[in-house]
Nanobody, 125 residues
Framework: QVQLVESGGGLVQAGGSLRLSCAAS????????MGWFRQAPGKEREFVAAINGSGGRTLYADSVKGRFTISRDNAKNTVYLQMNSLNPADTAVYHC??????????????????WGQGTQVTVSS
């Protein structure tokens, strides 16, 4: 079992920044690829970013490329999502998720075995 707890969400004005954190416990953190997904009210959950176990490979949705940065600190069992140039379309609940390392970071939610409860991000115009 892997437990994931997100933090760092909040209310921010358009153009602002937030950094989300996801703290993991329960298993060897570096054995898992990590991903961030988001879900806005009335919409399907969508992929945001992913990172492999070592942190050397990342993947981004086109909608956030150049604005968001995913990173991880395996010594702290934490994955981060730095979000810059936020706009109202980024408003959603953001979830982190863990997948077996061999997926090397994936945009497919089905490969992720463990999910956090989520943290709300609201961007005002």
């Amino acid at each position: 079992q892997v437990q994931l707890v997100e933090s760092g969400g909040g209310l921010v004005q358009a153009g602002g920044s937030l950094r989300l954190s996801c703290a993991a416990s329960g298993r060897t953190f570096s054995n898992y690829a990590m991903g961030w997904f988001r879900q806005a009210p009335g919409k399907e959950r969508e992929f945001v970013a992913a990172i492999n176990g070592s942190g050397g490979r990342t993947l981004y949705a086109d909608s956030v490329k150049g604005r968001f940065t995913i990173s991880r600190d395996n010594a702290k069992n934490t994955v981060y999502l730095q979000m810059n140039s936020l706009n109202p379309a980024d408003t959603a609940v953001y979830h982190c998720a863990a997948a077996p390392r061999y997926y090397s970071g994936s945009s497919l939610s089905a490969v992720y075995d463990y999910w956090g409860q989520g943290t709300q991000v609201t961007v005002s115009s």
